[in-house]
């Protein structure tokens, strides 16, 4: 059983649910994060940022990232359906640049697999945005030299396949369960991130997260990702100019005689 997803922002919640049983469990805890904002333990080690995570009296799992200077780069509050916290019910996202005002605010509903996204500068609204499970997306972008809105099926400020349902029919017809994964009962969800050049072309790619899985599951999804050969469209900066920028997106290995059961959503956006 497979399903293959994408991202709509940088951040990831592949370990959601594994920190979730961990906060529940004691008061605070606190994970160094990466680049790509995975525990280091899992993906490069290369110590980026700090993630505190706690619970709120309300029951609400509560996440907070900060540099190594103590600037907050992303705070996050997830509210879940059972007291294990392993079935999300809906988190929402804060994120912050460097003088520490909103640069956007994602909100999951996990209940619909939907996602409403907007993104800021110096306090202006300058794009809305709605997908649904599938990366059907609908929003409006508000240009600051204009009055007029343009209509948009992305977030452009974030890189990501050209033609995203062309992304998935291509992953569907080309996955193929690794044989010695399959003998070895070899499962988990393999997080791949794209560096997208300022031209749309793919620069680098890795798998974040691939010191907890089996190898052969990474190889697979590379070899993807090397047979693809679709456009990518590169994100924007505020003013409108194409920037480098990271993409990521999930495919899932997972065998139908263990019964694994997916605790947290398909999508984190």
Known sequence: MKSIGVLKYSSLCCFLFLMAGAVFSQNRVIVPINEHLIPTENGSNEHIYNKVVSVSTQGELLEKIYNLENRPIEISKSSFKDPEG??????????FNELG???????VDASSD?????????????????????????????????????????????????DIQGWFKFARENFKYPEIARKGKHEGTVWMGLRIG?????????GINAKELHPSLIKKVQEIIDAYHGEFSPALDKKGNPVEGWMYFNTDFYLLQTKTTRTVPKFDF
């Open 198 to 206: 300022t031209n749309g072309e793919l620069l680098e790619s890795t």
């Open 114 to 162: 939907s996602t409403k996204t907007k993104v800021f500068n110096n306090e202006k609204l300058l794009l809305e945005l709605s997908c649904d499970e599938f990366s059907n997306c609908n929003g409006l972008f508000y240009p600051e030299d204009s009055e007029e809105t343009i209509p948009v099926d992305r977030n452009i400020f974030e890189p990501n396949f050209s």
């Open 86 to 95: 392993k079935q999300l019910l809906w988190k929402e996202t804060q994120k």
């Open 101 to 107: 005002e909103i640069d956007r605010i994602i909100i």
